[in-house]
């Protein structure tokens, strides 16, 4: 059933609206919401059809439009949630997550552009499109590993590491090559962690909720979602906990959490990120380097569960204190 928008719904309550392309991923945010009895409708932008010369319906829009939509048949959802958030942002709606995030979402390049301007360090990149450029992109690095990875990612699409020149030229002309569904491919700088570890630091609102410490040391951590631990086609995490994730209590306040934190906040107040992870990881020479921001986030239950916190149940009260906002300008 598409989401068939009229101004009849224009005398509805105000609701939270989750804007979203796969169904896989709201349920545990629903559940939190029905928790604490927030009212919320659900907007699957892959299957619309909305009269843009209506008015919005009134209430909270929280975008989660997602890198990886085109994996779920969903190619073209996240031009249609940028023309959806326009048409919502033009008449004053109060947008989560507005264009400008999904526009970083969408490109690590953005991404980059930003992290850097926050003083952050991002590991050396180098973007290319043609098959000749990403292979000459490796003469960049003097002989160290790279890795390669898309654009337009989430969930470790195109994340391969090479650490020969004529192993990225066979990649790269072979069949197993995958180009970013944008076209441009990231060359990067493969930072070894000695830990074997990377992190995910969470935050709602602009405020820090909690790091995440991912275990990779069977290779690279793709997704925290539930349920891609269970679906390893999906995400390539294994069911049998290949990924340990863990809850790190002290982050917020030891020197490394002093320093990102803040940094972290910088970019979501000028890239208009209101929820949003920022995964690091840390050389040899102690080194945190940010290489991916996601503001379609999802939970880890087993390593909240450990640490006896939800970040959804966060959210959720999060999303229902700015529509108690709404509700009580409309009533003024
Ligand atoms: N420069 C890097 N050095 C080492 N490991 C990396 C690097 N970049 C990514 N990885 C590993 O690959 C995973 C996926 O890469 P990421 O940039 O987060 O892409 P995505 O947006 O698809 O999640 C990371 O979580 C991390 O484990
Ligand atoms: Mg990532």
């Not at 604490?36 to 829009?61: E, M, Q, R, T």
């Not at 003083?119 to 973007?127: A, I, K, M, S």
């Not at 790190?248 to 890239?271: N, T, W």
């Amino acid at each position: 059933m598409p989401i068939t928008y009229t101004n009849a719904h224009v005398n509805e309550v105000p609701a939270v609206y989750i804007i979203h392309e796969n169904a896989d991923w709201t349920g545990p945010l629903f559940a939190a919401l029905d928790a604490i009895g927030v009212a919320y409708h659900d907007w699957n932008l892959a299957n619309v059809n909305i009269d843009l010369s209506k008015n919005a319906p009134a209430g909270v829009f929280y975008n989660r439009m997602s890198a990886s939509s085109h994996t779920r048949g969903n190619r073209f959802a996240p031009e249609m949630t940028a023309g959806v958030l326009a048409w919502l942002e033009g008449q004053g709606r109060f947008v989560i997550n507005g264009r400008q995030a999904l526009h970083l979402e969408i490109s690590k390049m953005i991404q980059y552009a930003a992290l850097r301007h926050a003083g952050l360090n991002v590991p050396q990149t180098v973007v290319a499109i043609t098959a000749e450029d990403i292979i000459e992109a490796f003469s960049s690095f003097g002989g160290k590993p790279i890795i390669t990875k898309h654009n337009r990612a989430g969930k470790g699409l195109g994340v391969a590491l090479f650490r020969s020149k004529p192993a990225l030229v066979e990649y790269v002309n072979g069949e197993d090559f995958d180009p970013s569904v944008d076209g441009i491919t990231l060359v990067q700088r493969y930072i070894a962690s000695p830990e074997q570890l990377i992190t995910r630091v969470e935050f709602v609102g602009r405020k820090f909720v909690y790091a995440v410490r991912v275990d990779t040391s069977n290779g690279f951590e793709l997704c925290p979602a539930d349920v891609c631990a269970l679906d390893a086609s999906t995400c390539m995490a294994d069911a049998d906990q290949r990924f340990a994730f863990d809850i790190d209590g002290s982050f917020s306040k030891s020197a490394l959490g002093q320093l990102l934190i803040p940094k972290m906040q910088d970019v979501m107040a000028r890239e208009g990120l209101d929820v949003a992870a920022f995964e690091f990881i840390t050389d040899e020479d102690g080194v945190p380097y940010v290489y991916d921001i996601n503001t379609n986030t999802n939970y880890n239950s087993d390593a909240e569960q450990r640490a006896g916190i939800s970040a959804m149940a966060v959210l959720a009260s999060y999303l229902g204190s700015k529509l108690a906002n709404i509700e009580v300008k409309a009533a003024a």
